[in-house]
Every structure is written in C-alpha cells, then in structure tokens.
C-alpha cells in the first residue's frame, strides 16, 4: 500500500512540474503564435496549437529557410508521403508537428498557395508543398536548426526552402 502511495505521489510531482512548465513556456519550446497575434496552445502530445499558423521565410547558415511565427524553425521528414505525416507516438515528442487551428498564414517570401493542412496528432498540422511540417524539440531558441540532417524516426530530417524542397546542406 506504501509503495502504491509514493508512486501516486511520484506521478501527482511529474504532473504539476509539467503543469507548471506549460504556463511558464515550456522553457523555451513556444512554438507558433506570437507576432501573428495569436497565443499558442499546448497539446498533449508536446506541440503547439494557434489560430491561423504563420510560415514565414528566415535566412540562416543554411540559407532561406521556413520558420513559424515566433522564428521557429520547420522541418520535413523524408518518411512522409504527400499529404500523410509518419511521425506518431515517441516521433512526435521529438518532432512536435506544427498545428494550427485555423488556416495558415503565407508570411514574407512564402507561397501561399503551397501552405495546407492535414489531420495530425493532436490538432491539424500545417504542410507545404504538400510535406507536412515538424519542430525539433532539441531547438531552444528561433533560428536553431540542430534537427538538420539527423536520421531518426526510419528517415532523415531536413529544414524547407521557400519553394517547398527539403535543404540537404
């Protein structure tokens, strides 16, 4: 009975830390929302939902690169098909998808005709040229890019060129 009682209390000590993480910004993984107006929302599964989720387009060391709202960058998994994410369960703690409850926005140098949706864990994710569109929750700032090239998850992952090819440098 002892032992039953510490592990609730164990699990009641993850839950508030988690409670408490969420409402101070997750140390940094505030993905989306922003200066678009709109205040993200976390899901279960460790991504961020907003209304109308921004794609904007940033330089970096590997050039022109798509980002969220916040700066953040995006990134797509080769394991995708067109329109179907492949990233579930532990892949989607790692590569939180980039949901939107409401339509994406076409920001600076993005094509909004390439911005779309499909159903993802936890909410609608935002695609692009028909990929669907991740974090990398190693990222802790805007203009990180530490998922670049990593293969996990049975495929590589790369950040987005404006046109909506993945960047291999």
Same mark, same amino acid.
């Not at 922003?34 to 940033?58: C, E, I, K, L, S």
């Not at 970096?60 to 369960?89: P, W």
């Not at 990398?136 to 670049?148: C, F, I, K, L, R």
């Given at each position: ?50 209304? +109308? ?58 094509? +909004? ?57």
């Amino acid at each position: 009975m002892q032992t039953i009682r510490k592990l609730g209390w164990a699990v009641a000590a993850v839950a508030a830390l988690m409670l408490v993480a969420a409402a101070c910004g997750g140390g940094g993984n505030n993905y989306g929302g922003g200066g678009y107006g709109a205040a993200p929302a976390t899901t279960a599964g460790g991504a961020t939902m907003t209304m +109308g989720a921004a794609v904007d387009v940033r330089g970096s060391k590997l050039g022109q690169t798509l980002v969220d709202g916040q700066g953040r960058t995006l990134y797509l998994f080769e394991a995708d098909t067109a329109g179907r994410s492949n990233c579930h369960g532990a892949c989607a703690s790692a590569w939180p998808p980039y949901l939107s409850s409401g339509a994406p926005e076409a920001g600076t140098g993005v094509t +909004g005709g390439l911005l779309g949706t499909i159903p993802g864990d936890g909410g609608t994710q935002v695609t692009y040229h028909g990929h669907p569109l991740y974090y990398y929750a190693g990222d802790s700032q805007p203009g990180d890019a530490t998922g670049q090239g990593l293969d996990q998850f049975g495929a590589k992952w790369y950040v987005v060129a404006p046109g909506g090819d993945r960047i291999a440098g």
